[in-house]
């Protein structure tokens, strides 16, 4: 592989890293549900997949933030930079349409 491969454009680093966010939120979900299933067959207590899941979800949404900061970071960054450029590109073609020349 070569050194000089090109880096990813702002949109498409933000949607690998939103993605990699989201299948990581999802897995912390799955691994606190099946703590919680498995727990409750060790004292032999009947609990629904439906409220493990859903308390799966409320301890995963607050533990999520502290545990995937740096990635929550990097999609916050991601998310700048497009909107940066998007703004950009915007103001050009709004330069453009009013007639002004670009130096």
């Known amino acids: 592989m070569s050194d ?3 880096t990813p454009s702002a949109g498409r680093r933000l949607a690998r890293n939103l993605a990699l966010y989201t299948v990581a939120r999802l ?3 799955a691994v606190i549900t099946a703590i919680i299933m498995g727990v409750a067959a060790a004292v032999q207590v009947s609990i629904p997949l439906i409220v493990a899941l859903l308390f799966g ?3 995963a949404m607050p533990l ?3 545990l995937f900061k740096k990635l929550r970071a990097q999609v916050n960054r991601d998310i ?3 909107d940066a ?4 590109d915007r103001e050009q073609l709004m330069s453009r349409l009013q007639g002004k020349e670009e130096q």
């Not at 450029?85 to 950009?88: G, H």
């Open 64 to 66: 999520s933030l502290l």
């Open 80 to 82: 700048a930079a497009v």
């Open 57 to 59: 979800l409320l301890i």
């Open 4 to 6: 000089a491969t090109p």
């Open 27 to 29: 897995g912390l979900v």
């Open 85 to 88: 450029k998007r703004r950009k």
